[in-house]
């Protein structure tokens, strides 16, 4: 029997219904919630992800502030608005979208927003906050798929859950959080050997390694829930995930398609965090 597919695009949707209700709520009380995003540079992916951000915010009634710095802009202008951005009470969240041009350090960026404001969760402080288990604001991605493996109904705790990617903003925090939640975890990578050794035992399969065909059926368990976090599109243009998805689907008992499945997950758990922000600084 094929997989019942886990449909981002629609727990999205219902998600961002509640959204509405609670800037109503924010509203009432004097506080508009505002999300800055701050880009550098003009890749053309990131650019896609920026407007998708911009409006996710649109569409919840948040404040968008769009900063687009040029791509030559140096790491003291890009904290100086950073700087500008922690000191500004009608701002909530601040992102600045990865990757950053190489002249400008990741790490220092990261820190210089306020822990208070890091509605991606990247800071130290807050890596910090979900190892132990305190996570304010849970990184937007693997929260998404949190929240999609919640509607299986499935209890994660002592489930196999295999994580294919060890990245700062998907792999390991995805594993941190399903340890937390009581699973096996096995984090693998692009130097693991023998990935399908791993794979074929994940009660639970959650891949973001960005590798249009890297799982096939062979290396899946037969009832498994496959979670694709792959954007990728190759050269006729489609747009796919790391998951061979109509072989695989065959074997998995629930699956996530891309598109429509953890993508918009990511920027609805981004207004989620705003939102959250927007609360705590009311209360
Ligand atoms: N680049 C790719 N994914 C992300 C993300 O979740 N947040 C930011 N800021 N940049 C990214």
Redesign the pocket.
């Known amino acids: 029997m094929a997989a019942r597919i886990i449909d981002g695009k629609a727990l999205s949707k219902q998600l961002r219904v509640g959204f509405r209700e609670r800037v109503a709520r924010l509203v009432e009380q004097g506080v508009q919630p505002g999300l800055a995003v701050i880009l550098v540079g003009d890749s053309a992916a990131?650019k896609v992800?920026v407007g998708n951000k911009i409006k996710a915010c649109e569409e919840c009634g948040v404040r968008s502030l769009h900063i687009a710095l040029p791509a030559d802009a140096s790491e003291a202008e890009v904290l100086a608005t950073i700087e500008r951005l922690n000191a500004d009470a009608t701002i909530h969240g601040i992102?600045?979208?990865?990757?950053l041009p190489a002249h400008i350090q990741v790490a220092r960026v990261l820190e210089a927003i306020s822990v208070h404001k890091d509605v991606?969760g990247?800071h130290l402080y807050n890596v910090g906050a979900l190892v132990t288990g305190n996570s304010i604001f849970p990184?937007?991605?693997p929260y998404g798929v949190q929240l999609l493996l919640d509607t299986t109904g499935i209890d994660v705790a002592g489930q196999n859950v295999v994580v294919v990617g060890a990245s700062n903003?998907?792999g390991k925090p995805m594993g941190l959080m399903l340890l937390q939640r009581e699973a096996t975890v096995t984090i693998c990578h692009a130097r693991t050997r023998d990935l399908g050794q791993h794979t074929i035992l994940a009660d639970i399969l959650i891949v973001a390694a960005g590798k249009p065909g890297l799982i096939v059926p062979e290396m899946v368990k037969r009832g498994a829930i496959v979670i694709d976090v792959g954007i990728n599109r190759l050269d006729d243009g489609r747009i796919v995930g790391d998951v061979c998805f109509d072989a695989v689907k065959e074997k998995a008992s629930w699956i996530t398609p891309v598109p429509g499945g953890v993508g918009p997950m990511?920027v609805t758990m981004?207004i989620e965090n705003t939102l959250r922000s927007a609360e705590r600084a009311f209360k």
């Open positions: 990131s992800y992102l600045v979208q990865l990757p991606d990247f990184p937007c991605t903003i998907v990511t981004l």
